[in-house]
């Protein structure tokens, strides 16, 4: 079995240091020491792309750049690499959005993976004039979904639901490749749209067992409507040659938060009406209240699963952390558990990549779990900006 790999494409600024925004984070809270270029990002882009990820995730939200227009430039940059672009239904039509990705596919075949974010974050939704509540925006994707697939079919569609109505809406060409779409949601409202409409389920960093009783779930309900399922994983990565400079690393990210910098990432947080964003939070609140979230290795709620990330970062706050072996074989017994992709990420997002891409890339591909071994930075004369330690 072969997986797939994507990165992430820090939309809001990097850091060698963890840097703020994500889920339930208030616009302006993102940011780090590197501005988010054309330029940067694409260093980004294309080192993932000689190490063979397929593709790399681009966020939406108050705190980012656009994803629609910055993986839009990104593509003329890059050569293969496709881009899972977040994307929020109901802040556009159906027909654009189906409109939209049969544009950037008809320019770039093969390179859009959309990724639907229903949204957890009511305060945020607002912000655009998206009054709905957490049920009806629910609602509405599915309604969206609904329409987008029957566009991307070729056909003209007329829907009069609750909350969307489109008139004899079509397309002048469709989409081929269909982009494949990604969908991700811890609530009860998710999981029978999840089932109906997606080809990718993605989790947040839970434990192993979490994340087994979720595929299980969304599996089954899949199998109820004739359908089946791939799942991915969303996950930050501190990997190195040992596990001691792996977690000498953790300890530099938790050194730089400050008690003031914590509890306001955590207050707003604590507004989100994610239940995944809930679930992150979960995995560190013993740590907040007792105090213990200063001693790195404190937050390792199990081998190698670090919660230190989401204590000032929304959405996606675990890490796996440690040796290169260490992190392969964390990876595998999540490919054990169901998980088909992979995207990860790391501060900063360029040298991350790296350690990653040259420590554990090789060990899953020795146990047949990526690539062919022919996509790796050495079998190619481009080297990619890699900013000085």
């Known amino acids: 079995m072969s997986l797939d790999m994507h990165w992430f494409l820090p939309t809001y600024g990097d850091s060698r240091l963890i840097v703020g925004g994500g889920h339930g984070m208030q616009a302006g809270t993102a940011g780090g020491d590197r501005r988010a270029t054309i330029g940067y990002l694409s260093s980004i882009g294309r080192a993932a792309e000689e190490f063979g990820f397929r593709g790399a995730l681009t966020p939406a939200g108050a705190w980012c750049e656009d994803a ?73 994707t599915d309604e969206f979904l609904e329409i987008v697939r029957g566009l ?15 008139e004899d809406a079509a397309l002048p060409f469709v989409p081929d490749p269909t982009p494949p779409l ?36 969304i599996r089954g309900l899949a199998a109820e409507q ?16 040992t596990a001691d400079a792996a977690w000498a690393q953790a300890g530099q990210l938790i050194e730089a938060l400050g008690e003031d910098t914590v ?39 199990r081998p190698n699963l670090w919660a230190g990330v989401g204590l000032v970062r929304g959405g996606a706050g675990t890490a796996l952390v440690g040796s290169h072996t260490e992190v392969a074989e964390r990876i595998a017994e999540y490919a054990a558990v169901g998980i088909d992709e992979f995207v990860f990420s790391g501060y900063p997002h360029l040298e ?38």
């Open 226 to 241: 004739g359908r089946t399922v791939r799942f991915g994983i969303r996950l930050h990565v501190i990997t190195r040659d």
């Open 182 to 217: 990604y969908f991700g949601g811890s609530s009860g409202p998710a999981g029978p749209i999840a089932a109906r409409h997606s080809d990718v389920y993605l989790t947040w960093g839970e434990p192993t067992d979490a994340v087994a009783k979720k595929v299980e779930w």
């Open 263 to 301: 509890a306001t990432a955590q207050a707003n947080l604590a507004r989100s009406e994610s239940t995944g964003q809930q679930n992150m939070l979960a995995l560190h609140e013993e740590n907040r209240r007792n105090g213990s979230w200063k001693d790195a290795r404190a937050l390792e709620i």
């Open 68 to 140: 629609w227009l910055t993986t839009a430039m990104l593509s003329r940059e890059t050569e293969k690499l496709a881009f899972l672009i977040a994307f929020r239904p109901g802040l556009i039509s159906p027909t654009l959005a189906a409109q939209m990705s049969a544009t950037f596919t008809n320019h770039a075949p093969g390179r859009l993976l959309l990724n639907v974010v229903t949204g957890g974050e009511a305060h945020e939704q607002r912000q655009y004039g998206d009054h709905l509540d957490k049920v009806q925006r629910y609602e509405r």
């Open 352 to 389: 991350e990549l790296y350690w990653f891409g040259e420590g554990v890339l090789p060990l899953l591909r020795r146990r047949g779990l990526f690539g062919d071994g022919t996509d790796t930075p050495a079998s190619s004369g481009h080297v990619p900006f890699l900013p000085a330690r």
């Open 152 to 166: 991307w079919r070729g056909e003209t569609v007329t829907h009069r639901g609750k909350h969307i109505q489109v």
